[in-house]
């Protein structure tokens, strides 16, 4: 499956103004070479995953501090080929993925501010340091069939709770995020099996550049470590030890819309 949790979003802690809503929609292709264990008798397996997602974020005072909840929603488009037994074979699937819910606080820097008061605030600020955090809920709203091995949805709950600090010295910007992710059972994976997962452990760094308001240029790496599975009690000796990079590119088309592009 797709490392969901190497997906290293810059200007997640960003000053917004409040009581504000935004909303956007994304096309994501995903293309990659897939590994299973052994005894599944699946060799050089590939994939190819379309993505159509929507997301809205809401932003809010919460304890006198600036806060969002951002809700995401994808719809998915999967196929995959590969030999089973030395056969070549493929299988593809349709429909939802997991829904995503974060919500963030800052709890340094940021103040929740509207409009021509946050627009003031904005103008006057060359030197800036936010501290926020975060915790994101993945719910299992997918589509999940539990007699396949392959699914779009995980059938469990992932929490994860984030820690992060920006720090913007004129157009540079600098950013840190801790994550940590807990997973609940799946009591339905594939072929009556019980799938438990350990925490798994998240760093994502950021460097960005304001090029013209609105408009910017990131370099983004991520690393995890842990995560070992474990099915029906019996630990798969599996410790993820990932590192993803990624580049962006943000560009205003009005005061109110604008287009990102990212390479991951």
Known sequence: ?????????????????????????????????????PTLKLENVEMKL?????????????????ARI???????????????????????RNGLSDTLVRVAVNLYGAPPLHGKEFNAYRSNVTVETIVGSALTVRMPTGDYQEDKLLNLGQNRFTFSTQLGIIHTRGKWTTEL??????????????????????????????????????EWLALSVGYDYGGENTLN???NNDTK???????????????TSGFKISYL
Not at 77 to 91: D, M, N, R, V, Y
């Open 233 to 235: 009690g019996v630990d």
């Open 50 to 66: 379309d993505t159509r997602a929507g997301k809205y974020i809401r932003t809010f005072e919460l304890f006198e501090k600036s």
């Open 177 to 214: 995020t801790g994550e940590i992710a807990f997973y609940t059972k799946n009591n339905a994976f594939f072929d009556g099996n019980t799938l438990e997962q350990k925490p798994l452990y998240i760093v994502h760094g950021h460097l960005i550049r304001a090029l013209n308001p609105g």
């Open 70 to 92: 951002d809700i995401t929603q994808a719809y998915q488009k999967a196929e995959w080929t590969g030999l089973l037994q030395g056969t070549p074979a493929s299988t593809s």
């Open 241 to 255: 030890r990932d590192i993803a990079w990624k580049l962006s590119y943000s560009y205003p088309i009005n005061r």
């Open 1 to 37: 499956m797709p490392c969901s949790a190497l997906e290293p979003d810059p200007r997640m802690w960003n000053h917004i103004p409040m009581d504000s809503n935004f909303g956007g929609f994304a096309f994501a292709q995903t293309r990659a070479d897939i590994f299973f264990d």
